[in-house]
T-cell receptor, first 116, second 110 residues
Framework: NAGVTQTPKFRVLKTGQSMTLLCAQDMNHEYMYWYRQDPGMGLRLIHYSVGEGTTAKGEVPDGYNVSRLKKQNFLLGLESAAPSQTSVYFC???????????????FGPGTRLTVT | LAKTTQPISMDSYEGQEVNITCSHNNIATNDYITWYQQFPSQGPRFIIQGYKTKVTNEVASLFIPADRKSSTLSLPRVSLSDTAVYYCLVGNTGGFKTIFGAGTRLFVKA
């Protein structure tokens, strides 16, 4: 049981280049999330998905696109990278919605992206 | 969304009990309080969650007063490996409705 995995672990892009970050989970979770974390700051939600084939915007969605074609995978795309997108990107997953408790999120190890 | 306020940083020594308080004056009736821990270069990890009174697990205790406008994460007898950032979150509808603030950076000294 690998939990949440992210590919790649590190990447350096030049301004204007594109790339896709892959997140995979083997816990059969309904919900998946993409966050970014800038130095010394908390995590900010970029996009999330409440199930296969669905996606929605979080706090900071501009410049990113996502897809959830399979339940276990959540892809984050940068079509034209900018230096402001230099950050550490975390993927997370959790069980589906229920009344009351906020379900525990399981996080991946992160992808460190530098845009020059 | 309920906003939370935590101290930016705290220092402690090994073996001491550490209490980190989080203020959430606008907490809603259905909101739960959740704490995460993040080590450098790792993703956050769930520590504990509660709705009211006291919750205890093998890692920490969570104290929530009757008015639920604040909560206190208690770490018993901390060690150097407890040096991390601790986040307090308030929400009730899944991760997309919860916000990770800047957290509290805990330094444990020998």
């Amino acid at each position: 049981n690998a939990g949440v995995t992210q590919t790649p672990k590190f990447r350096v892009l030049k301004t204007g280049q594109s790339m896709t970050l892959l997140c995979a989970q083997d816990m059969n979770h309904e919900y998946m999330y993409w966050y970014r974390q800038d130095p010394g700051m908390g995590l900010r939600l970029i996009h999330y998905s409440v199930g296969e084939g669905t996606t929605a915007k979080g706090e900071v969605p501009d410049g990113y696109n996502v897809s959830r074609l399979k339940k276990q995978n959540f892809l984050l795309g940068l079509e034209s990278a900018a230096p402001s997108q230099t950050s550490v990107y975390f993927c997370a997953s959790s069980y589906g919605y229920g009344t009351g408790a906020t379900y525990e999120q399981y996080f991946g190890p992160g992808t460190r992206l530098t845009v020059t | 969304l309920a906003k939370t306020t935590q101290p930016i940083s705290m220092d402690s020594y090994e073996g001491q009990e550490v209490n980190i308080t989080c203020s959430h004056n606008n907490i809603a009736t259905n909101d739960y309080i959740t704490w995460y821990q993040q080590f450098p270069s790792q993703g956050p990890r769930f520590i504990i969650q509660g709705y009211k009174t006291k919750v205890t697990n093998e890692v920490a205790s969570l104290f929530i007063p009757a008015d639920r406008k604040s909560s206190t994460l208690s770490l018993p007898r901390v060690s150097l490996s407890d040096t991390a950032v601790y986040y307090c979150l308030v929400g009730n509808t899944g991760g997309f409705k919860t916000i990770f603030g800047a957290g509290t950076r805990l330094f444990v000294k020998a």
